[in-house]
C-alpha cells in the first residue's frame, strides 16, 4: 500500500470518538433552539417578558458556544487536522464555532429589550418586534452550527468509508520478522 495514503487516514478510533461528540453537540445545538421559546401559547410576546429567562438563554447559548470552540480547537490541534479529510472537518467546525458564537449577542439584545419599557403602543410594537428578531437570529445561528457540526460528522463517515479499502494490518502482517544477525549462518 502507498504509505502517503495511508497517512492520510485519521484512525478509525479516533473518526468514531469524534462523530459521536459531533453528534452530541449536534442534538444539543438543535435541543436548545427548539426549546427556548419567546413566545407564548398564542404565538405573541408576552406583555411582560422574564428577563431571566431570556437572559439563561443568552448563558446557555454561551455553553455550547464553548463547547463548539472546545470541539475545534481539539481538533486543530490533532495532527489529523492538516490532512485532506481533515481540513475539511476543521473547516465546518470553524464555521460552527462561528456560527454558535454569534447566537449568545443575540439572546443577549433579546434579554435587553425584554427590560426597556415602552412609552406607547408604536414604541411597544417595535420593541416586540426586535426581541422577535433577535431571539428568532439566535436560534438561527443555532442550527446553522448544528449544520455545520452534521457537516463535519458527514466528512468523517466519507472519510471512514475510504477505510474499507484500507484494513488495518493484522498483528503478525505488522511485527516485522527478525533480521539475522551478523553470526546467523544460513543454509
Known amino acids: 500500500m502507498n504509505p502517503d495514503v495511508r497517512r492520510e487516514l485519521i484512525p478509525r478510533d479516533e473518526v468514531l470518538r469524534l462523530i ?32 431571566a429567562d431570556l437572559i439563561q438563554h443568552a448563558a446557555g447559548a454561551h455553553t455550547l458556544a464553548h463547547g463548539v470552540v472546545d470541539l475545534a480547537a481539539d481538533f486543530a490541534r490533532s495532527p489529523h487536522s492538516t490532512n485532506r479529510a481533515g481540513r ?12 454558535s458564537s454569534h ?10 429589550t425584554a427590560l426597556t419599557q415602552a412609552s406607547g403602543p408604536t414604541d411597544g410594537h417595535c420593541r416586540a418586534n426586535r426581541m422577535v428578531i433577535d431571539h428568532a437570529t439566535a436560534r438561527a445561528y443555532l442550527r446553522r452550527a448544528s449544520e455545520s457540526l452534521r457537516d463535519a460528522a458527514t466528512e468523517l463517515n466519507d472519510h471512514l468509508a475510504f477505510h474499507r479499502f484500507f484494513p488495518e494490518p493484522s498483528r503478525q502482517q505488522s511485527t516485522p520478522s527478525p533480521l539475522p544477525g551478523p553470526g546467523s549462518r544460513h543454509h
Open 103 to 112: 447566537a449568545t449577542p443575540h439572546f443577549s439584545e433579546t434579554a435587553e
Open 88 to 99: 475539511a472537518v476543521l473547516t465546518h467546525l470553524a464555521t460552527a464555532a462561528t456560527l
Open 20 to 51: 459521536g461528540a459531533l453528534d452530541g453537540m449536534k442534538a444539543k445545538l438543535l435541543d436548545a433552539a427548539e426549546q427556548w421559546q419567546l413566545l407564548d401559547d398564542t404565538g405573541r410576546v408576552p406583555s411582560t417578558p422574564a428577563y
